[in-house]
């Protein structure tokens, strides 16, 4: 950083002229400032007087115009007089009309709430004859699904009654006639027996060793390769397990044949 230095003498003399300059140019500019507003007030002072003389002719006009308007309110406030009493007139005849149609529109309420609460009622009404006649429909189809179950209940209790006293029959051959040779086994007749029971095997016999087999695919049936002797005629009644039963009839004589005629019926 360089610091120059000057002499004090002529630092001061330079500087001492500097601030007489700057305040001589603005008390010139202060002057003429002065001077320009005093032009301007004096023109304007001119103008307002000017126009407080025009003023004064537009106020003396003004107060004519106001005689005049003072003139017509008071024929108007005459006029409204007149105009309130009628209103004040009309206004007695509307609230009596008033009064009349309030009455009527309460009775057209009544009315119409009766009408509406007779409507809701007959809604309610039809909406429960529906429901009736809804639930009468459904009782009436229950009572006959009831009635077909009923039916069909007492047709397989009937049945199994049946069933268990054995009183159900079914004749499986009537009178067959089995030709054999000696010592031949014929099949009778094979069926489904679908319920423990029994069989009979009745009929006659040309052979005094005639005999009846059975075989039963019932599981541990005891009497599958039984021979019930049968001789030249008589009845056998044999068990029977329900599944498949085969029914056969053999020729014990071996050096004779034999004819056999049987019937097979079915006990369940």
């Known amino acids: ?123 309610s009404a039809n909406a429960q004859v529906a429901s009736l006649q809804s639930q009468l429909s459904s009782a009436n189809a229950q009572v006959a699904s009831l009635q077909s179950q009923l039916s069909s209940a007492n047709a397989q209790v009937a049945s199994l009654q049946s069933i268990v006293s054995l009183s159900k029959s079914q004749t499986l051959v009537n009178m067959l006639t089995v030709n054999q040779g000696p010592g031949e086994i014929s099949l009778v007749v094979s069926f489904q027996a679908d319920y423990a029971g029994y069989i009979v095997v009745s009929g006659t016999s040309t052979t005094n060793s005639g005999y009846i087999s059975v075989l039963d695919t019932w599981p541990n049936y005891p009497f599958n390769g039984y021979s019930y002797e049968f001789g030249t005629g008589m009845n056998r009644t044999i068990l029977v397990m329900p599944g498949t039963v085969r029914v056969s009839f053999g020729n014990g004589n071996t050096s004779n044949g034999a004819t056999a005629t049987l019937t097979v019926t079915y006990y369940y």
């Open 1 to 123: 950083m360089v610091v120059e230095s000057y002499p004090v003498g002529k630092r001061w003399g330079r500087l001492s002229n500097k601030p007489f300059l700057a305040v001589s140019i603005a008390l010139l500019v202060v002057v003429a400032g002065f001077v320009v507003y005093l032009v301007l007030s004096l023109g304007t002072i001119s103008d307002r007087n000017a126009s407080v003389s025009d003023l004064q002719g537009q106020v003396t006009s003004a107060r004519s115009q106001i005689s005049d308007l003072q003139a017509q309110v008071s024929s108007v406030k005459s006029e409204l007089s007149s105009i309130k009493a009628q209103v004040s007139s009309l206004q007695n005849d509307a609230s009596t009309y008033k009064s009349q149609i309030s009455t009527l529109q309460s009775q057209l309420s009544s009315a119409n709430a009766q009408v509406a609460s007779l409507q809701s009622q007959l809604s």
